[in-house]
């Protein structure tokens, strides 16, 4: 296994830029600080939990420029964060879902997607079998140089949240107003999902041993997913596609 596959495996959710940003032509630009939001009329408003929230990974699902520019808009939400899911993606992160957190405020963006590129995200999200799409309503999203927004669309995990000492586990690298979880980045997440399944091993075994085998995954999200917390927002209504 090559020291890439590693090494992505830890970066997730890779680098989120701190302003809004338009994806295009294999490259991304960030937009200068109080620009105006694009034109997005069009477009579905899709929340970005995890690494869609990250350049690197949007370039990965969406290469070259048959899909067009993708406008990806920095955002607050109030009374949600984002923390990691109970499962073991096939490039072997631990990815994220949201989380119900009254009086938290989390930093996040927004996807606008057209209809070609909203089914090709589904390709990456609903068919791997760990996500649902559906709309979120009742809640209070301020967008920068946007308006706020009372619904949303997202993937919401279908294993709910890692739980460890009874309560969900944030993602370090989103910044969040008025956490009530701990925090922790890709690597110590791992170690901790170690501790639990794989004790014998070094994390980079660990991580090493999930890329490479599909029953290892499913094996071990089974057994992270036995203390889970299950999304409770009963703003959510999920979506067939």
């Known amino acids: 296994m090559s020291s890439d596959d590693l090494r992505r495996a830890k970066a997730y959710p890779f680098r989120i830029p701190p302003r809004s940003y338009v ?3 294999g490259d991304h630009q960030e937009l200068a600080p109080c620009a105006p939001m694009p034109d997005v ?35 607050r939400l109030s009374d949600f964060d984002i923390v990691y899911s109970p499962h073991v993606a096939s490039y072997g992160s631990i ?8 009086g938290t405020t ?14 090709r995200m589904h390709e990456t999200e609903v068919a791997t079998g760990n996500y649902d799409f559906g709309k979120l309503d009742g809640i209070e999203l301020e967008m920068d140089g946007g308006p706020k927004l009372s619904s949303v669309h997202f993937y919401c995990s279908r294993r709910g949240s890692f739980t460890h000492n009874g309560g969900p586990v944030a993602l370090a690298e989103v910044e969040a107003e008025g956490r009530k979880w701990p925090s922790l980045n890709q690597e110590e997440i791992q170690a901790l999902a170690r501790d639990q399944v794989a004790p014998e091993l070094s994390v980079d075994q660990f991580i090493e041993e999930a890329i490479a085998n599909f029953s290892v995954r499913k094996n071990r999200t089974e057994a992270l997913m036995a203390d889970r917390l299950p999304f409770n927002f009963s703003g959510f209504t999920p979506i067939e596609v």
């Open 106 to 119: 989390v930093t996040l963006f927004v996807n606008w997607l057209t209809p070609e590129q909203e089914n």
């Open 23 to 25: 994806v295009s032509d």
């Open 41 to 75: 009329a069009d477009c579905r408003a899709v929340l970005a939990i995890g690494s869609n929230q990250s350049p690197e990974q949007l370039l990965r699902k969406f290469p070259g420029s048959e899909w067009g520019e993708i406008i990806v808009t920095r955002a």
């Open 95 to 102: 990815p994220a879902t949201l989380c119900h957190s009254p």
